[in-house]
């Protein structure tokens, strides 16, 4: 195939949005081509480690018997940290150890993008590796191209989608946006640690293949800051990281290296890592601005899919993966319906946006629309309010002798001397609503659907 022809679609960015677009439209017979800045797709790309599946198993069924994957996600541990001390809750269920496995796996990106790429690539996707697309080129106010830093350095199509990761810099330049203020976006830094699968298994309670994600918050994690800790199970791995708010680290001036430290060198993640040894270092952008800040994704000849839009869930789902995959395909169905019109201008792309309201992506979205916003207005409910609640477990189990109930009067009284219990009523109310997605009403009437 000769690159200086015009094709059906290029795709700029080949994470899971990029390459789940260019695997649809060329499945459909589009020609498509990918531009991947790093060396291969994959090289380059970062998640925390929990890969949401629903869509990849759609186009690829029973996927994880080819693909590779680290461990199905069949504990889900939430673990509050003081300086010193922990207070966790876990789920597991041995329905997420069958197939689909509730559609999480932990994965490392450079592997599984690596591999989904391929996939692409075998459906006729045309991938061009180690390539930087500088600018749209247009004809009017039509999307028409691409201008690349490579020889043949502009190349057209029919409709372009950007896919380029949180950081993206064509909507920018595209005046699609404005640019992204430092409490748009969260910072992550994340270490791989080898480990022997036996002892990871028995370390995290696992039965032989099956993985935990864990979620920590409070002091503990990231030394006050707005953000959360992880540590998810690999094969013969462990991916350890921490994500904060980048404006926080600014107005804190703590650089992101320094809070990973800081969480590692808990006794609960000390434990987890004993015996361990670091196999390498990596950091991410993850946008966080939202539903309210959200731009213009479909115009004349283009779509922007995935992180670049900015789906990302920053409730306690911590969603990202599978929005970034739905978009790519919702994108690439759009582009199917625009190739047998014979028209890609923006009234017939604008049936990308009909695909995504009517999917999860953009419903979750919306219901979550406050979560970012409310966690910066009340940041005590990753401080203060996990910090009592530790203290007053720690005051209750505490054995002394006394009779139990002077014991509990002691340690509620503790609790209401630190705290304002109607605020933290009114706040968990809040948080239920703005970050749970639940409605306390729920549980004396139940919804019908």
Not at 267 to 289: N, R, T, V
Request: charged share 25%.
């Amino acid at each position: 195939m000769a690159i200086e022809e015009k094709f059906d679609v290029i795709v700029v960015g080949g994470g899971l949005a990029g390459i789940t677009a260019a695997l649809v439209c060329a499945r459909a017979g589009l020609e498509t081509v990918l531009f991947e800045r790093g060396e291969y797709p994959g090289s380059k790309n970062l998640s925390g480690g929990v890969l949401f599946t629903p869509v990849i198993n759609q186009l690829i069924p029973e996927f994880w018997n080819q693909a590779p994957i680290e461990r199905p996600v069949t504990k889900k541990l939430f673990s509050f940290l003081s300086r010193e001390r922990s207070l966790a809750f876990e789920f597991s269920s041995r329905e997420f150890a069958k197939p689909p496995y509730n559609n999480s796996f932990t994965v490392l990106r450079a592997k599984f993008d690596k591999w989904y790429a391929e996939q692409a690539e075998a459906a006729g996707a045309f991938i061009i590796n180690e390539t930087v697309v500088d600018d749209v080129i247009r004809d009017g106010e039509r999307v028409v191209g691409v201008k690349a830093r490579r020889d043949e350095g502009e190349m057209y199509a029919n409709l372009v989608i950007i896919a380029e990761g949180a950081n993206a810099f064509l909507p920018l330049r595209m005046g699609l946006r404005e640019p992204f203020g430092p409490d748009d976006m969260v910072t992550s830094a994340k270490e791989v640690w080898s480990l022997p699968a036996e002892t990871i298994e028995e370390r995290f309670n696992l039965e032989p293949g099956e993985g935990a994600s864990i979620d920590y918050f409070g002091e503990g994690a990231c030394m006050g800051l707005l953000g959360a800790g992880f540590v998810y199970t690999n094969k013969d791995t462990l991916s350890v990281g921490i994500g904060v708010n980048v404006g926080d680290v600014m107005r804190r001036r703590i650089p992101p290296n320094n809070i990973l430290d800081w969480f590692k060198s808990h006794a609960s993640i000390k434990q987890l890592l004993k015996g361990a040894k670091l196999e390498e270092f990596s950091a991410h952008l993850i946008p966080e601005y939202g539903y309210k800040k959200f731009f213009d994704r479909y115009g004349d000849g283009y779509l922007v899919v995935g992180d670049a839009a900015g789906f990302v869930n920053t409730s306690l789902y911590h969603e990202g993966t599978n929005y970034a995959t739905a978009s790519g395909l919702h994108a690439a169905e759009t582009a199917i319906e625009a190739k047998e019109k014979g028209d890609f201008s923006k009234d017939t792309l604008k049936s990308y946006e009909k695909r995504l309201a009517d999917s999860f992506v953009l419903q979750d979205l919306k219901r979550f629309r406050e979560v970012s916003s409310f966690m910066h207005r009340h940041p005590e409910f990753l401080g203060k309010y996990p910090e009592e609640m530790i203290a007053l477990a720690e005051r209750y189990f505490t054995v002394s002798g006394e009779p139990k109930e002077k014991i509990l009067k002691r340690a509620v009284r503790g609790f209401t001397s630190k705290l304002s219990l109607f605020k933290m009523t009114l706040d968990t109310y809040r948080l239920m609503l703005k970050v749970l997605g639940i409605h306390p009403t729920w549980f004396i009437f139940p919804p019908k659907k």
